[in-house]
């Protein structure tokens, strides 16, 4: 019997099955990488972003409208990498069309393909071709091509499948490094991935709905009462107060409702359950004052259902009073104009980013992209008016952009950084008697005057801009890519920084990551003086992971 049409239940079961799909690829995607080094590969950053998203739809209700909400809001949230943000904006516009339906044709279906790209290419300043907006692109149009003619929906959803893989295999031709590499695109190829477990799902295939890495996705451990209620002597407990109430509301809760309330409980304790369903919220959270929260919440409505409990035992009373003094202290300060938010890894960087003013850092970088979400968290906890971010990585600035778009009661300007180096300068070249406007340009301008490099090790064989390139050399990454390629920490990270010195260098700063020594970074720092005398050189303890190296040429 021929498919007409797509209810909610089915429609959940394969985005359920496509997501699957993904997390099993995830390593084959992976390996996709052109770039050789030691990342949050496409296949992981796409992975944990869907996974945000299975998460909400596992607990909304079965309504197109909760389910479309679930996908959208999950996947904005949980976004990862330029990859999962494109992936997740790729949900958005989909979720927009087919929220307004009981069941979704095939025409219904092709109007949410064509939103869902359309939002996508709009998410992004400079669409590259030979992508997976290429491959998202090619679906949307075989599927307006022939959403008239196909007779079910088995038939109409083989036909994208098929001209999506397609698309794929000319990525190629579009993108020369791809060419080089003799690999298709790594993104394009998760998308197809989701599309055909979806696609396996309509056809009646056996489905593993299991998720093992639903944890990473930010399900984490359970964190509720349980989980505290263990022997309270070996127990840390944080936050004493057990709070639950229901929001009886009053008016609409948004979904930038939803992430600002999420962010502001986040600030102030933590086990966070924020969960919205037909005109109330479910909260649930730990926190050594309750009536902060409270306080949030009647901006929304009437409070029913109210309990507090307090998780620590009698004999513990010593250990609540010295939390319950250092969480007096550590109380909202006086909203200031100006805050700062920077991406950083290791204890050297994050101690820089700190003596230089910046308020929250958040754990992260090449290997783990922080999400959506981690941002939305870090902006909430600073007073400011204006935030300014740093993501300090190229694969980390749309989920910054998808951030601001999502904060309401602040202004945020996010500060293209791509490596470290570069958010130290823009924050050096901050001005607090500027205004916003002028301070985020004149942080921008100071990109252009610092050259950064980088230097680790290849976690796999590839031909890459010249390069011919094995498992485990040393490779030498400066602001135009590889520039040089060893199996000589030092003798690369030299060779590197000759591309980045000329006439106009009068500084060099070295940050040791956390396999170097001191004596080890300095014998370095000798060698580059004794070539270029009339530079200045730094070293710092950076203590970053995977990166021997972090330069900067000033």
């Keep these: ?34 770039f050789p080094v030691p990342d949050g590969d496409t296949g992981t950053n796409m992975t944990l972003t869907i996974l945000s998203a299975v998460k909400e739809v596992n607990q909304a209700d079965k309504s197109m409208k909760a389910l479309a909400k679930a996908m959208s809001s999950g996947s904005l949230k949980g976004a990862r990498g330029n990859s999962g943000v494109i992936l997740s904006q790729l949900l958005r516009g989909f979720s927009k069309v087919i929220r307004e339906y009981d069941e979704i044709t095939i025409p219904i279906a092709a109007e949410s393909f064509a939103r869902a ?64 590499a003799g690999v298709v695109d790594s993104g394009g190829t998760g998308l197809l991935e989701v599309m055909r477990g979806g696609l396996d799902c309509m056809l009646g295939k056996e489905i593993d709905y299991t998720f093992e890495e639903s944890e990473s996705a930010g399900e984490g451990k359970s964190g509720g009462r349980g989980a505290a209620a263990t022997d309270i002597s070996t127990a840390d407990i944080k936050f004493g107060y057990c709070t639950e109430f229901i929001i009886l509301l009053e008016r609409e809760f948004t979904h930038a409702d939803e992430v600002s309330f999420k962010a502001y409980l986040s600030s102030i304790g933590d086990s966070i359950v924020c969960v919205a369903d037909d005109g109330v919220v479910k909260v ?10 409270i306080q949030r919440a009647l901006t929304f409505g009437q409070l029913s259902r109210m309990k507090i409990d307090n998780m620590r035992e009698e004999h513990n009373e010593r250990v609540v009073m010295a939390e ?40 992260g970088g090449q290997t783990m992209n922080p999400s959506t979400e981690d941002m939305l968290t870090a902006v909430g906890k600073v007073e400011a008016d204006t935030v300014f971010i740093l993501p300090n990585n190229k694969n980390i600035i749309l989920a910054a952009q998808q951030a601001k778009s999502l904060v309401e009661d602040k202004t945020i300007v996010v500060i293209p950084t791509k490596t470290v180096p570069q958010g130290i300068s823009a924050v050096i070249a901050f001005n607090p008697e500027a205004s916003a406007e002028e301070n985020g340009e004149a942080m921008t301008e100071a990109l252009a005057y610092v050259k950064s490099g980088q230097v680790t090790y290849a976690v796999r064989d590839t031909s890459f801009e010249g390069h011919e390139i094995h498992e485990s050399d040393i490779m030498g990454i ?11 920490i030092d003798d690369t990270t030299l060779e590197m920084i000759d591309t980045m010195v000329d006439d106009e260098s009068g500084l060099l700063s070295i940050y040791y990551g956390s396999d170097v020594t001191e004596e080890q970074a300095q014998g370095l720092a000798d060698r580059f003086s004794e070539k270029y005398p009339l530079v200045d050189v730094e070293v710092h303890c950076g203590g970053q992971p995977i990166y021997y190296y972090v330069v900067s040429v000033e």
């Design 1 to 34: 019997m021929a498919l007409q049409t797509v209810d909610a239940e089915l429609l959940r079961k394969m985005f359920l099955a496509g997501a699957k799909n993904l997390e099993s690829k995830k390593e084959i995607i992976n390996e996709l990488n052109v």
């Design 117 to 180: 790209v359309d939002t996508a290419y709009n998410a992004v300043m400079k669409p590259k071709e030979g992508t997976i907006l290429t491959v998202a692109r090619a679906g949307a149009e075989c599927a307006a091509e022939i959403s008239g003619s196909c007779g079910d929906f088995e038939e109409f959803l083989t036909k994208v499948v098929s001209r999506m893989q397609d698309a794929l295999d000319y990525t190629p031709e579009l993108l020369p490094v791809l060419k080089e």
């Design 284 to 293: 649930h959270v730990h926190t050594n004052d309750p009536g902060l929260a």
């Design 324 to 363: 319950e003094k250092a969480a007096e202290e550590q109380k909202p300060v006086e909203r200031k104009p100006f805050g700062f938010v920077a991406v950083s890894i290791g204890d050297g960087m994050n101690a820089i980013f700190r003596e230089l003013g910046v308020d929250c850092l958040i754990e």
């Design 478 to 488: 400066s602001d135009h890519g590889i520039v040089a390629v060893g199996r000589d």
